[in-house]
Protein backbone atom coordinates (compact mmCIF):
# COMPACT_ATOMS: atom_id res chain seq x y z
CA UNK A 1 0.00 0.00 0.00
CA UNK A 2 3.40 2.07 -0.44
CA UNK A 3 1.96 4.42 -3.12
CA UNK A 4 4.41 7.53 -3.25
CA UNK A 5 3.22 10.43 -5.26
CA UNK A 6 5.89 10.09 -7.77
CA UNK A 7 4.71 6.09 -8.12
CA UNK A 8 1.04 6.80 -8.23
CA UNK A 9 1.53 9.26 -10.86
CA UNK A 10 3.58 6.84 -13.44
CA UNK A 11 0.63 4.62 -12.47
CA UNK A 12 -1.67 6.80 -14.38
CA UNK A 13 0.49 7.68 -16.62
CA UNK A 14 0.68 3.91 -17.35
CA UNK A 15 -3.44 3.64 -17.05
CA UNK A 16 -3.36 7.08 -19.22
CA UNK A 17 -1.32 6.14 -21.99
CA UNK A 18 1.67 8.35 -22.76
CA UNK A 19 -0.36 11.59 -23.97
CA UNK A 20 2.42 13.67 -23.66
CA UNK A 21 2.21 14.05 -27.28
CA UNK A 22 -1.61 15.18 -27.16
CA UNK A 23 -0.29 18.74 -25.25
CA UNK A 24 2.87 20.28 -27.21
CA UNK A 25 1.65 23.55 -25.75
CA UNK A 26 0.42 25.25 -22.39
CA UNK A 27 -2.19 26.86 -24.22
CA UNK A 28 -4.73 24.94 -26.92
CA UNK A 29 -8.04 26.26 -29.21
CA UNK A 30 -9.01 22.58 -27.57
CA UNK A 31 -10.21 21.24 -30.91
CA UNK A 32 -10.17 17.42 -30.25
CA UNK A 33 -12.07 16.05 -27.22
CA UNK A 34 -10.74 14.01 -24.57
CA UNK A 35 -10.93 10.19 -25.33
CA UNK A 36 -9.35 8.90 -22.62
CA UNK A 37 -11.70 7.39 -19.80
CA UNK A 38 -11.80 9.12 -16.24
CA UNK A 39 -13.50 8.23 -12.67
CA UNK A 40 -16.63 10.43 -12.30
CA UNK A 41 -14.69 11.76 -9.36
CA UNK A 42 -12.07 13.42 -11.32
CA UNK A 43 -14.88 14.33 -13.90
CA UNK A 44 -16.50 16.64 -11.36
CA UNK A 45 -13.74 18.04 -9.38
CA UNK A 46 -12.05 18.92 -12.91
CA UNK A 47 -15.06 20.49 -13.50
CA UNK A 48 -15.48 22.75 -10.32
CA UNK A 49 -12.27 24.01 -10.58
CA UNK A 50 -12.52 24.87 -13.96
CA UNK A 51 -15.95 26.65 -12.97
CA UNK A 52 -14.23 28.65 -9.94
CA UNK A 53 -11.42 29.60 -12.51
CA UNK A 54 -14.03 31.31 -14.72
CA UNK A 55 -16.24 32.91 -11.94
CA UNK A 56 -13.28 34.23 -10.62
CA UNK A 57 -12.34 35.23 -14.62
CA UNK A 58 -15.46 36.53 -14.82
CA UNK A 59 -15.14 38.51 -11.45
CA UNK A 60 -12.20 39.99 -11.73
CA UNK A 61 -12.73 41.31 -15.71
CA UNK A 62 -15.90 43.87 -14.83
CA UNK A 63 -13.59 44.37 -11.18
CA UNK A 64 -10.15 45.49 -12.74
CA UNK A 65 -8.92 46.29 -16.21
CA UNK A 66 -7.69 43.30 -18.13
CA UNK A 67 -4.14 44.62 -18.88
CA UNK A 68 -4.01 45.67 -15.04
CA UNK A 69 -1.06 44.40 -12.57
CA UNK A 70 -3.93 43.65 -10.26
CA UNK A 71 -5.97 41.39 -12.66
CA UNK A 72 -2.81 39.61 -13.62
CA UNK A 73 -1.43 38.78 -10.63
CA UNK A 74 -5.09 37.57 -8.77
CA UNK A 75 -5.28 35.56 -12.31
CA UNK A 76 -2.39 34.05 -12.35
CA UNK A 77 -2.33 32.77 -8.30
CA UNK A 78 -5.95 31.54 -9.31
CA UNK A 79 -4.45 29.33 -11.88
CA UNK A 80 -1.47 28.52 -9.83
CA UNK A 81 -3.90 27.50 -7.05
CA UNK A 82 -6.54 25.19 -9.02
CA UNK A 83 -3.34 23.91 -10.93
CA UNK A 84 -3.85 24.75 -14.58
CA UNK A 85 -1.38 25.93 -16.47
CA UNK A 86 0.25 29.35 -16.01
CA UNK A 87 3.09 31.20 -16.89
CA UNK A 88 6.00 29.38 -14.76
CA UNK A 89 4.70 25.89 -16.21
CA UNK A 90 4.68 26.73 -19.50
CA UNK A 91 6.91 24.29 -20.58
CA UNK A 92 6.46 21.30 -18.80
CA UNK A 93 2.99 20.79 -17.15
CA UNK A 94 1.27 17.52 -18.21
CA UNK A 95 -1.22 17.31 -15.75
CA UNK A 96 -2.08 20.99 -15.64
CA UNK A 97 -2.18 20.92 -19.75
CA UNK A 98 -4.34 17.83 -19.33
CA UNK A 99 -6.57 19.23 -16.06
CA UNK A 100 -7.11 21.77 -18.77
CA UNK A 101 -8.31 20.11 -21.78
CA UNK A 102 -10.34 17.62 -19.80
CA UNK A 103 -12.05 20.33 -17.70
CA UNK A 104 -12.99 22.46 -21.02
CA UNK A 105 -15.03 19.68 -22.01
CA UNK A 106 -16.34 18.90 -19.84
CA UNK A 107 -18.11 22.60 -18.92
CA UNK A 108 -18.55 22.83 -22.63
CA UNK A 109 -21.19 20.15 -22.44
CA UNK A 110 -22.62 21.59 -19.57
CA UNK A 111 -22.67 25.16 -21.09
CA UNK A 112 -23.99 24.58 -24.59
CA UNK A 113 -27.10 23.91 -23.58
CA UNK A 114 -28.80 27.15 -23.61
CA UNK A 115 -28.20 30.11 -25.46
CA UNK A 116 -27.38 32.40 -21.85
CA UNK A 117 -24.87 29.57 -20.74
CA UNK A 118 -23.32 29.71 -24.04
CA UNK A 119 -22.55 33.49 -24.20
CA UNK A 120 -21.56 32.91 -20.50
CA UNK A 121 -19.16 30.05 -21.33
CA UNK A 122 -17.44 31.66 -24.59
CA UNK A 123 -16.87 35.17 -22.69
CA UNK A 124 -14.65 33.47 -19.73
CA UNK A 125 -12.83 31.19 -21.49
CA UNK A 126 -11.84 33.92 -24.35
CA UNK A 127 -11.06 36.30 -21.24
CA UNK A 128 -9.04 33.59 -20.16
CA UNK A 129 -7.26 32.16 -22.88
CA UNK A 130 -5.98 36.21 -23.97
CA UNK A 131 -4.34 35.95 -20.73
CA UNK A 132 -2.45 32.91 -21.00
CA UNK A 133 -1.89 33.87 -24.43
CA UNK A 134 -0.29 37.64 -23.09
CA UNK A 135 1.57 35.74 -20.07
CA UNK A 136 3.42 33.21 -22.57
CA UNK A 137 6.98 34.57 -23.37
CA UNK A 138 7.65 35.91 -27.20
CA UNK A 139 8.98 32.39 -28.56
CA UNK A 140 6.18 30.36 -26.78
CA UNK A 141 3.73 32.59 -28.55
CA UNK A 142 5.44 31.99 -32.05
CA UNK A 143 5.28 28.29 -31.27
CA UNK A 144 1.85 28.54 -30.52
CA UNK A 145 0.59 30.76 -33.00
CA UNK A 146 2.44 28.14 -36.01
CA UNK A 147 0.33 25.38 -33.96
CA UNK A 148 -2.73 26.66 -34.26
CA UNK A 149 -2.38 27.82 -37.95
CA UNK A 150 -2.36 31.17 -37.40
CA UNK A 151 1.40 32.23 -38.45
CA UNK A 152 1.30 35.18 -40.30
CA UNK A 153 4.75 37.16 -41.69
CA UNK A 154 6.71 39.46 -40.01
CA UNK A 155 7.13 42.60 -41.80
CA UNK A 156 10.83 42.92 -42.26
CA UNK A 157 13.03 45.94 -40.69
CA UNK A 158 13.71 47.77 -44.40
CA UNK A 159 9.89 47.35 -44.89
CA UNK A 160 9.12 49.21 -40.95
CA UNK A 161 11.54 51.45 -41.49
CA UNK A 162 9.78 52.66 -44.72
CA UNK A 163 6.07 52.44 -43.40
CA UNK A 164 7.49 53.44 -39.90
CA UNK A 165 5.36 57.29 -40.51
CA UNK A 166 2.18 55.44 -41.61
CA UNK A 167 2.45 52.64 -38.77
CA UNK A 168 2.93 55.55 -36.32
CA UNK A 169 -0.12 57.41 -37.22
CA UNK A 170 -2.48 54.62 -37.89
CA UNK A 171 -1.65 52.32 -34.62
CA UNK A 172 -2.85 54.46 -31.27
CA UNK A 173 -0.98 53.73 -28.54
CA UNK A 174 2.47 53.58 -29.81
CA UNK A 175 5.43 55.87 -30.11
CA UNK A 176 7.53 56.33 -33.00
CA UNK A 177 10.38 55.25 -30.95
CA UNK A 178 7.56 51.58 -30.33
CA UNK A 179 7.35 51.64 -33.29
CA UNK A 180 11.09 50.83 -34.20
CA UNK A 181 11.05 48.16 -31.43
CA UNK A 182 7.80 46.31 -32.20
CA UNK A 183 7.23 43.25 -33.85
CA UNK A 184 4.26 44.14 -36.94
CA UNK A 185 2.92 41.24 -38.65
CA UNK A 186 1.03 41.21 -42.58
CA UNK A 187 -2.49 40.00 -41.44
CA UNK A 188 -5.21 38.97 -43.95
CA UNK A 189 -8.33 41.79 -43.16
CA UNK A 190 -10.52 38.80 -42.49
CA UNK A 191 -8.65 38.29 -39.60
CA UNK A 192 -8.05 41.38 -38.40
CA UNK A 193 -11.72 42.50 -38.80
CA UNK A 194 -12.00 43.81 -35.39
CA UNK A 195 -8.78 45.77 -35.07
CA UNK A 196 -9.67 47.19 -38.53
CA UNK A 197 -13.24 48.43 -37.63
CA UNK A 198 -11.82 49.93 -34.61
CA UNK A 199 -9.22 51.65 -36.75
CA UNK A 200 -6.63 50.28 -34.91
CA UNK A 201 -4.47 49.02 -37.29
CA UNK A 202 -2.70 50.57 -40.58
CA UNK A 203 -4.04 48.94 -44.15
CA UNK A 204 -2.12 48.34 -46.94
CA UNK A 205 -3.17 46.20 -49.95
CA UNK A 206 -5.19 43.99 -48.58
CA UNK A 207 -3.36 43.21 -45.64
CA UNK A 208 -3.06 44.47 -41.82
CA UNK A 209 0.16 45.83 -40.36
CA UNK A 210 -0.53 44.48 -36.51
CA UNK A 211 1.87 44.85 -33.74
CA UNK A 212 2.28 42.39 -31.57
CA UNK A 213 0.80 43.37 -28.73
CA UNK A 214 -2.50 43.22 -30.63
CA UNK A 215 -1.97 39.74 -32.00
CA UNK A 216 -4.05 38.72 -29.02
CA UNK A 217 -7.26 40.26 -30.36
CA UNK A 218 -6.88 38.34 -33.41
CA UNK A 219 -6.03 34.81 -31.48
CA UNK A 220 -9.20 35.46 -29.31
CA UNK A 221 -11.14 35.98 -32.44
CA UNK A 222 -9.80 33.25 -33.54
CA UNK A 223 -10.80 30.95 -31.01
CA UNK A 224 -14.27 32.38 -30.61
CA UNK A 225 -15.17 31.53 -33.74
CA UNK A 226 -14.66 28.14 -32.97
CA UNK A 227 -15.60 27.52 -30.20
CA UNK A 228 -18.94 29.36 -30.81
CA UNK A 229 -19.37 26.94 -34.12
CA UNK A 230 -18.02 23.59 -31.40
CA UNK A 231 -21.02 24.94 -28.74
CA UNK A 232 -23.66 25.10 -31.63
CA UNK A 233 -22.65 21.34 -32.63
CA UNK A 234 -21.68 19.72 -28.85
CA UNK A 235 -25.75 21.68 -28.18
CA UNK A 236 -27.09 19.26 -31.50
CA UNK A 237 -25.91 16.54 -29.88
CA UNK A 238 -27.30 16.63 -26.61
CA UNK A 239 -30.01 14.64 -26.42
CA UNK A 240 -27.45 11.46 -26.81
CA UNK A 241 -25.60 13.07 -23.98
CA UNK A 242 -28.44 13.45 -21.97
CA UNK A 243 -29.40 9.56 -22.07
CA UNK A 244 -26.83 8.88 -20.07
CA UNK A 245 -28.45 8.61 -16.69
CA UNK A 246 -24.64 9.22 -14.59
CA UNK A 247 -23.96 12.55 -16.38
CA UNK A 248 -26.90 14.37 -17.29
CA UNK A 249 -27.57 15.26 -13.38
CA UNK A 250 -23.90 16.10 -13.21
CA UNK A 251 -23.84 18.75 -16.02
CA UNK A 252 -27.38 19.68 -14.96
CA UNK A 253 -25.83 20.68 -12.03
CA UNK A 254 -22.59 22.40 -12.89
CA UNK A 255 -24.67 24.44 -15.33
CA UNK A 256 -27.06 25.22 -12.56
CA UNK A 257 -24.07 25.47 -9.98
CA UNK A 258 -22.45 27.63 -8.26
CA UNK A 259 -19.29 27.46 -6.06
CA UNK A 260 -19.97 28.61 -2.64
CA UNK A 261 -21.23 27.36 0.89
CA UNK A 262 -24.44 25.07 1.26
CA UNK A 263 -27.18 26.61 2.85
CA UNK A 264 -29.33 23.68 3.61
CA UNK A 265 -27.79 23.69 6.77
CA UNK A 266 -29.63 26.37 8.74
CA UNK A 267 -27.31 27.59 11.50
CA UNK A 268 -29.82 29.67 12.73
CA UNK A 269 -32.84 27.79 12.89
CA UNK A 270 -35.63 29.76 15.12
CA UNK A 271 -33.97 32.74 15.52
CA UNK A 272 -36.03 34.73 13.29
CA UNK A 273 -39.30 36.11 14.48
CA UNK A 274 -42.27 36.83 12.18
CA UNK A 275 -42.27 40.16 12.90
CA UNK A 276 -38.75 40.80 12.18
CA UNK A 277 -39.23 39.62 8.38
CA UNK A 278 -40.68 43.16 7.41
CA UNK A 279 -38.02 44.52 8.23
CA UNK A 280 -35.46 42.52 7.22
CA UNK A 281 -36.74 42.37 3.77
CA UNK A 282 -35.59 45.52 3.26
CA UNK A 283 -32.16 45.62 5.05
CA UNK A 284 -31.25 42.42 4.08
CA UNK A 285 -32.68 40.28 1.68
CA UNK A 286 -31.29 40.62 -1.86
CA UNK A 287 -33.41 42.14 -4.26
CA UNK A 288 -35.19 38.68 -5.29
CA UNK A 289 -36.24 38.17 -1.98
CA UNK A 290 -37.54 41.93 -1.33
CA UNK A 291 -39.44 41.07 -4.14
CA UNK A 292 -41.29 38.16 -3.76
CA UNK A 293 -41.64 39.01 0.00
CA UNK A 294 -43.28 42.80 -1.27
CA UNK A 295 -45.34 40.48 -3.83
CA UNK A 296 -47.02 38.18 -1.20
CA UNK A 297 -47.96 40.95 1.45
CA UNK A 298 -49.60 43.08 -2.03
CA UNK A 299 -51.03 39.94 -3.44
CA UNK A 300 -51.60 37.39 -0.21
CA UNK A 301 -50.88 34.71 -2.54
CA UNK A 302 -47.26 33.69 -4.60
CA UNK A 303 -47.40 31.24 -7.77
CA UNK A 304 -45.69 28.19 -7.27
CA UNK A 305 -42.38 29.26 -8.64
CA UNK A 306 -42.24 32.01 -6.27
CA UNK A 307 -43.03 29.96 -2.88
CA UNK A 308 -40.62 27.49 -4.08
CA UNK A 309 -37.78 30.41 -4.21
CA UNK A 310 -38.95 32.65 -1.32
CA UNK A 311 -40.18 29.51 1.14
CA UNK A 312 -36.82 27.83 0.49
CA UNK A 313 -34.57 31.16 1.12
CA UNK A 314 -36.80 31.72 4.27
CA UNK A 315 -36.15 28.08 5.49
CA UNK A 316 -32.62 28.91 4.69
CA UNK A 317 -32.42 32.35 7.00
CA UNK A 318 -33.93 29.97 9.59
CA UNK A 319 -37.53 29.39 9.77
CA UNK A 320 -38.61 26.91 11.86
CA UNK A 321 -41.53 24.82 9.67
CA UNK A 322 -43.77 25.79 12.52
CA UNK A 323 -43.24 29.50 11.52
CA UNK A 324 -43.38 28.67 8.09
CA UNK A 325 -46.42 27.40 8.31
CA UNK A 326 -48.26 30.13 10.37
CA UNK A 327 -46.28 32.68 8.23
CA UNK A 328 -47.87 31.29 4.95
CA UNK A 329 -51.09 30.53 6.47
CA UNK A 330 -52.09 34.45 7.85
CA UNK A 331 -50.93 36.00 4.69
CA UNK A 332 -52.78 33.37 2.32
CA UNK A 333 -55.60 33.61 4.28
CA UNK A 334 -55.82 37.35 3.91
CA UNK A 335 -56.23 36.57 -0.12
CA UNK A 336 -58.97 33.97 -1.71
CA UNK A 337 -57.30 30.85 0.29
CA UNK A 338 -59.55 29.69 2.86
CA UNK A 339 -58.11 28.02 5.98
CA UNK A 340 -59.21 24.62 5.20
CA UNK A 341 -57.78 24.44 1.66
CA UNK A 342 -54.60 26.03 3.14
CA UNK A 343 -53.93 23.12 5.56
CA UNK A 344 -55.35 20.51 2.65
CA UNK A 345 -52.97 21.92 0.05
CA UNK A 346 -50.01 24.29 1.04
CA UNK A 347 -49.35 22.90 4.18
CA UNK A 348 -48.51 19.49 3.01
CA UNK A 349 -46.08 21.08 0.36
CA UNK A 350 -44.44 23.08 3.02
CA UNK A 351 -44.16 20.39 4.91
CA UNK A 352 -42.60 18.35 2.20
CA UNK A 353 -39.74 21.36 1.74
CA UNK A 354 -38.56 20.71 5.08
CA UNK A 355 -38.54 17.24 4.76
CA UNK A 356 -41.62 15.66 6.85
CA UNK A 357 -43.21 14.27 3.70
CA UNK A 358 -42.99 12.39 1.39
CA UNK A 359 -38.89 11.24 0.50
CA UNK A 360 -38.22 13.49 3.55
CA UNK A 361 -35.49 15.45 1.73
CA UNK A 362 -34.14 18.64 3.30
CA UNK A 363 -34.62 20.64 0.45
CA UNK A 364 -31.92 23.17 -0.37
CA UNK A 365 -32.17 26.79 -0.80
CA UNK A 366 -31.82 27.70 -4.40
CA UNK A 367 -28.19 29.42 -5.75
CA UNK A 368 -28.27 32.55 -7.73
CA UNK A 369 -27.05 30.40 -10.56
CA UNK A 370 -30.26 28.13 -10.33
CA UNK A 371 -32.44 31.35 -10.13
CA UNK A 372 -30.76 33.02 -12.77
CA UNK A 373 -30.51 29.78 -15.19
CA UNK A 374 -33.79 28.13 -14.52
CA UNK A 375 -37.57 28.47 -14.64
CA UNK A 376 -37.91 32.42 -15.60
CA UNK A 377 -40.92 33.99 -14.83
CA UNK A 378 -44.09 34.34 -16.69
CA UNK A 379 -46.63 36.97 -16.59
CA UNK A 380 -48.10 37.15 -12.82
CA UNK A 381 -44.92 35.52 -11.35
CA UNK A 382 -42.81 37.16 -9.13
CA UNK A 383 -39.69 34.66 -8.76
CA UNK A 384 -36.38 34.94 -10.49
CA UNK A 385 -33.66 37.53 -10.56
CA UNK A 386 -34.63 41.42 -10.98
CA UNK A 387 -31.35 41.57 -12.82
CA UNK A 388 -31.62 38.68 -15.11
CA UNK A 389 -35.04 38.69 -15.82
CA UNK A 390 -36.43 42.23 -15.36
CA UNK A 391 -37.19 44.67 -18.09
CA UNK A 392 -34.29 46.91 -17.94
CA UNK A 393 -36.72 50.30 -17.52
CA UNK A 394 -38.72 48.58 -14.70
CA UNK A 395 -35.35 47.53 -12.79
CA UNK A 396 -34.46 51.05 -13.19
CA UNK A 397 -38.05 52.61 -11.45
CA UNK A 398 -37.80 49.67 -8.65
CA UNK A 399 -33.89 50.67 -8.21
CA UNK A 400 -35.16 54.28 -7.95
CA UNK A 401 -37.90 53.44 -5.89
CA UNK A 402 -35.72 51.42 -3.37
CA UNK A 403 -33.72 55.29 -2.81
CA UNK A 404 -30.42 53.90 -4.85
CA UNK A 405 -28.51 57.05 -6.10
CA UNK A 406 -28.72 57.58 -9.70
CA UNK A 407 -24.81 57.01 -10.33
CA UNK A 408 -25.20 53.63 -8.63
CA UNK A 409 -28.13 52.92 -10.95
CA UNK A 410 -26.34 53.39 -13.97
CA UNK A 411 -23.65 51.04 -12.89
CA UNK A 412 -26.03 48.56 -12.09
CA UNK A 413 -27.66 48.91 -15.13
CA UNK A 414 -24.28 48.52 -17.12
CA UNK A 415 -23.35 45.12 -15.12
CA UNK A 416 -26.63 43.87 -16.62
CA UNK A 417 -26.64 45.07 -20.11
CA UNK A 418 -23.42 43.05 -19.66
CA UNK A 419 -24.92 40.03 -18.36
CA UNK A 420 -22.96 40.16 -14.99
CA UNK A 421 -26.12 39.77 -13.24
CA UNK A 422 -24.44 38.91 -9.87
CA UNK A 423 -21.74 41.59 -9.80
CA UNK A 424 -24.64 44.20 -10.54
CA UNK A 425 -26.68 42.24 -6.82
CA UNK A 426 -23.02 42.91 -5.17
CA UNK A 427 -23.44 46.47 -6.40
CA UNK A 428 -27.02 47.05 -4.81
CA UNK A 429 -25.33 45.18 -1.71
CA UNK A 430 -22.87 48.14 -1.51
CA UNK A 431 -24.64 50.77 -1.82
CA UNK A 432 -28.11 49.26 -0.13
CA UNK A 433 -24.94 48.89 2.70
CA UNK A 434 -22.72 51.85 2.42
CA UNK A 435 -19.46 49.73 1.51
CA UNK A 436 -17.17 50.29 -1.07
CA UNK A 437 -15.92 46.58 -1.36
CA UNK A 438 -18.41 43.63 -0.51
CA UNK A 439 -15.93 41.80 0.47
CA UNK A 440 -16.87 38.47 -1.13
CA UNK A 441 -17.84 36.90 -4.02
CA UNK A 442 -22.10 36.71 -4.38
CA UNK A 443 -23.27 32.99 -5.59
CA UNK A 444 -26.28 32.84 -3.10
CA UNK A 445 -29.11 34.72 -1.75
CA UNK A 446 -28.41 33.38 1.70
CA UNK A 447 -25.52 34.45 1.30
CA UNK A 448 -26.73 37.96 0.61
CA UNK A 449 -28.67 38.02 3.60
CA UNK A 450 -26.16 36.76 5.99
CA UNK A 451 -23.15 38.91 4.55
CA UNK A 452 -25.80 41.48 4.90
CA UNK A 453 -26.41 40.78 8.61
CA UNK A 454 -23.10 40.53 10.16
CA UNK A 455 -22.13 44.13 8.57
CA UNK A 456 -25.51 45.69 10.20
CA UNK A 457 -24.46 43.76 13.28
CA UNK A 458 -20.94 45.31 13.45
CA UNK A 459 -19.14 41.76 12.85
CA UNK A 460 -17.78 43.52 9.29
CA UNK A 461 -17.97 46.82 10.97
CA UNK A 462 -14.06 46.85 11.31
CA UNK A 463 -13.82 45.70 7.57
CA UNK A 464 -15.37 48.66 6.71
CA UNK A 465 -13.36 50.96 8.54
CA UNK A 466 -10.37 49.85 6.90
CA UNK A 467 -11.47 49.24 3.25
CA UNK A 468 -12.56 52.65 4.09
CA UNK A 469 -9.25 53.88 4.92
CA UNK A 470 -7.46 51.96 2.26
CA UNK A 471 -5.59 49.09 4.03
CA UNK A 472 -4.30 46.66 1.59
CA UNK A 473 -3.55 44.19 4.38
CA UNK A 474 -7.34 44.07 4.81
CA UNK A 475 -8.23 43.82 1.55
CA UNK A 476 -5.85 41.04 1.33
CA UNK A 477 -8.35 39.03 3.72
CA UNK A 478 -11.20 39.93 1.99
CA UNK A 479 -10.23 38.43 -0.91
CA UNK A 480 -8.86 35.13 1.08
CA UNK A 481 -12.53 35.23 2.22
CA UNK A 482 -13.84 35.45 -1.02
CA UNK A 483 -11.80 32.32 -1.70
CA UNK A 484 -12.96 30.57 0.89
CA UNK A 485 -16.80 31.10 -0.02
CA UNK A 486 -16.35 29.58 -3.33
CA UNK A 487 -14.85 26.56 -1.79
CA UNK A 488 -17.19 23.79 -3.37
CA UNK A 489 -19.12 21.62 -1.55
CA UNK A 490 -20.51 18.09 -2.24
CA UNK A 491 -23.49 18.20 -0.43
CA UNK A 492 -24.54 21.28 -2.97
CA UNK A 493 -24.79 18.25 -5.52
CA UNK A 494 -27.81 17.05 -3.91
CA UNK A 495 -30.35 19.85 -5.46
CA UNK A 496 -31.27 19.30 -8.69
CA UNK A 497 -32.62 15.79 -8.55
CA UNK A 498 -34.05 16.18 -5.32
CA UNK A 499 -36.33 19.36 -6.04
CA UNK A 500 -37.87 17.81 -9.19
CA UNK A 501 -39.36 15.51 -6.42
CA UNK A 502 -40.25 18.87 -4.65
CA UNK A 503 -41.88 20.87 -7.43
CA UNK A 504 -44.44 18.22 -8.39
CA UNK A 505 -45.87 19.42 -5.27
CA UNK A 506 -45.56 22.77 -5.31
CA UNK A 507 -47.96 22.80 -8.92
CA UNK A 508 -51.16 24.47 -7.83
CA UNK A 509 -51.51 27.93 -8.17
FE1 LIG B 1 -31.12 37.08 -5.99
FE2 LIG B 1 -28.75 36.14 -6.74
FE3 LIG B 1 -30.21 37.65 -8.41
FE4 LIG B 1 -29.05 38.72 -6.28
S1 LIG B 1 -28.03 37.78 -8.05
S2 LIG B 1 -31.13 39.09 -6.96
S3 LIG B 1 -29.24 37.09 -4.80
S4 LIG B 1 -30.72 35.63 -7.64
Known sequence: MDFSSGRLRQKQARLAGDRRELYPHSLQFYLEPPTENISLVEFESFAIDRLRLLKVVENLGVSHVRTSDTYKTKLGAELRKLKFPYKALAEDDYEARRKDHISHFILRLAYCQSEDLRRWFLQQEMDLLRYRFNELTEGLRQKFLEHVNLSFEAVSEDLKNELANELYTSTPGLTMTKVKEQMFYKVGLADAVDLFRARRVFIKDGF?????????????????AKLSKALALTARALPSIQSDERLQPLLNHLSHSYVGPDYSVQKNTGKISLEQIDALSVKSFPLCMRQLHKALRDNHHLRHGGRMQYGLFLKGIGLTL??????????????KVDADKFDKGYAYSIRHSYGKEGKRTDYTPYSCMKIIMSNPPSQGDYHGCPFRHS??????????????????????????????YQLACQKYFELTHDVDDIGFSLNHPNQYFTESQKLLSGGRELKKELNNSGNSQQKNNNQESMNSNSTPTSSSTTTDAELEGLEAYFTED
Open 208 to 224: AYVPLKEIDVIVSNNFR
Open 322 to 335: EQALEFWKKEFIRG
Open 391 to 420: DPDLLKQKLQSYKIPLSGITQILELVKGMH
